[in-house]
């Protein structure tokens, strides 16, 4: 079982910064593959960012690659998501999740065993 906590999302202006926090609970989140995933009001949730157990592969949807960089550090069980050059777009509820076969990447919400409750990001224009 593993908990995840996101910390650091607020409000801010256009092209301005932000990074996201995930804190996991248990022993295991070392073997993970973990994700950002985003909701905004009245649409579904969507594939943000991914990264395998060790770091060697990561994903980024089309909408964020080159703005957003998620990383992890398995030593503090955290995964980030650092978001620069944010857009009114990119407002949404921000939430981390976890694949426990950790060796791959998908983009589907129901690949994804475990979920934190979000963090919210309002981007002004």
């Known amino acids: 079982q593993v908990q995840l906590v996101e910390s650091g999302g607020g409000l801010v202006q256009a092209g301005g910064s932000l990074r996201l926090s995930c804190a996991a609970s248990?022993?295991?989140?070392?073997?993970?593959?973990m994700a950002w995933f985003r909701q905004a009001p009245g649409k579904e949730r969507e594939f943000v960012a991914a990264?395998?157990?060790?770091?060697?592969?990561?994903h980024y949807a089309s909408s964020v690659k080159g703005r957003f960089t998620i990383s992890r550090d398995n030593a503090k069980n955290t995964v980030y998501l650092q978001m620069n050059s944010l857009k009114p777009e990119d407002t949404a509820l921000y939430y981390c999740?976890?694949?426990?076969?950790?060796?791959?990447?998908?983009?589907?919400?129901?690949?994804?065993?475990?979920w934190g409750q979000g963090t919210q990001v309002t981007v002004s224009s």
């Open positions: 999740a976890a694949d426990p076969q950790g060796s791959y990447i998908y983009m589907r919400v129901y690949d994804y065993d475990y």
């Open positions: 248990g022993r295991t989140f070392s073997t993970y593959t």
């Open positions: 990264i395998t157990w060790n770091s060697g592969d990561t």
